[in-house]
C-alpha cells in the first residue's frame, strides 16, 4: 500500500505563512508529478499547485498563484507547499497525491481525477 504523509498544518493568521510537507514514498513513485489539493467543508476538492516527476515545472490554481509555491525539499523525496500570504479563503484539508507520469501535467496536473495516490490530509486554519 502506497502512503503519502503530509505534515505541518496549523493555525495561522491571515497574511501569514505555513510550510506544508508531504513525505512520498521512494522508488515506488520515481517519475510520479505530486500536486496539493484542498477541500474545505461543503466544496469540492480543487488543485492547488502541481510539480511535474519528468521536469520539475510547476503549475499553480490561480488562486493561489503568486502567494504558495511547490517544490522539492533535500533528495526529492518530499514535496513541500510554501503558503505565503495566507487569505480567508485558504482554509481547508491540504491534501498531496501522485499522479502517474503517463498523464500529461499541464493537462491533468490540478485535477484530483486522475491521482492514483493520496495521503490522509493535513488541517490548515486561517483566524485572527
Known amino acids: 500500500q502506497v502512503q503519502l504523509v503530509e505534515s505541518g498544518g496549523d493555525l495561522v493568521q491571515p497574511g501569514g505563512s505555513l510550510k506544508l510537507s508531504c513525505v512520498v514514498p521512494?522508488?515506488?513513485?520515481?517519475?510520479?508529478?505530486i500536486g496539493w489539493f484542498r477541500q474545505a467543508p461543503g466544496k469540492e476538492r480543487e488543485g492547488v499547485a502541481v510539480?511535474?516527476?519528468?521536469?520539475?515545472?510547476?503549475y499553480y490554481a490561480d488562486s493561489v498563484k503568486g502567494r504558495f509555491t511547490i517544490y522539492r525539499d533535500g533528495a526529492g523525496d518530499t514535496v513541500s507547499l510554501q503558503m505565503s500570504s495566507v487569505k480567508p479563503e485558504d482554509p481547508a484539508v491540504y491534501y498531496c497525491?501522485?499522479?502517474?507520469?503517463?498523464?500529461?501535467?499541464?493537462?491533468?496536473?490540478?485535477?484530483?481525477?486522475?491521482?492514483?495516490?493520496w495521503g490522509r490530509g493535513t488541517q490548515v486554519t486561517v483566524s485572527s
Open positions: 497525491a501522485a499522479l502517474s507520469p503517463r498523464f500529461a501535467v499541464a493537462v491533468w496536473g490540478l485535477r484530483p481525477n486522475n491521482y492514483e495516490y
Open positions: 521512494g522508488r515506488t513513485l520515481d517519475y510520479y508529478h
Open positions: 510539480i511535474s516527476g519528468r521536469d520539475g515545472s510547476r
